[in-house]
């Protein structure tokens, strides 16, 4: 009986520390897999600017391939476009390619004595598309238009 007095509650401290060890390994799968999600949308819309930006073969819509790919992803900040070779016109660019940088991912799990890491930057997503001319017609930019 006097063993019985001792153990009183010790399952509720004990059910207590596994579940607060199985809590924060649960958030920081979440999270993990948030950051994952996060770089492929970021990777998928790389590719389709870069795919916008081919198709419409012009090296002076910067901003419009920015905006098609922040109304994707609207945490997108940064985008670079080089043409390829460095230099060339709209009918002699061979290649061109994006790269997506500065993106941010604010974590959601309480990370303990580690707030230097509560945002992180995203790997930088970057593609190279060789150049189309997809347009059904030459004289139409429809393909092209926001």
Same mark, same amino acid.
Do not use: K, N
């Given at each position: 009986?006097?063993?019985?007095?001792?153990?009183?509650?010790?399952?509720?401290? @004990?059910?207590?520390?596994?579940?607060?060890?199985?809590?924060?390994?649960?958030? &920081?799968? #979440?999270?993990?897999?948030?950051? #994952?999600?996060?770089?492929?949308?970021?990777? @998928?819309?790389?590719?389709? &600017?870069?795919?916008?930006?081919? +198709?419409?073969?012009?090296?002076?819509?910067?901003?419009? +391939?920015?905006?098609?790919?922040?109304?994707?992803?609207?945490?997108?900040?940064?985008?670079? #476009?080089?043409? *390829?070779?460095?230099?060339?016109?709209?009918? &002699?660019? @061979?290649?061109?390619?994006?790269?997506?940088?500065?993106?941010?991912?604010?974590?959601?799990?309480?990370?303990? &004595?580690?707030?230097?890491?509560?945002?992180?930057?995203?790997?930088?997503?970057? #593609? @190279?598309?060789?150049?189309?001319?997809?347009?059904?017609?030459?004289?139409?930019?429809?393909?092209?238009? *926001?």
């Amino acid at each position: 009986m006097a063993r019985q007095l001792h153990q009183r509650g010790a399952t509720a401290v @004990e059910f207590a520390l596994v579940l607060l060890l199985f809590l924060t390994f649960l958030l &920081g799968l #979440i999270d993990l897999s948030r950051l #994952i999600y996060t770089w492929s949308a970021a990777q @998928e819309v790389a590719r389709a &600017g870069a795919r916008y930006a081919a +198709v419409c073969d012009d090296t002076t819509r910067g901003a419009d +391939v920015r905006a098609l790919m922040q109304r994707m992803l609207p945490a997108i900040t940064q985008v670079s #476009i080089d043409w *390829l070779p460095s230099g060339c016109s709209a009918d &002699g660019c @061979e290649s061109l390619r994006l790269r997506v940088t500065g993106l941010q991912f604010q974590w959601i799990s309480p990370l303990v &004595g580690m707030q230097a890491l509560t945002t992180m930057a995203v790997p930088a997503a970057s #593609i @190279e598309q060789t150049r189309e001319a997809m347009r059904q017609d030459p004289q139409s930019t429809a393909l092209c238009a *926001l």
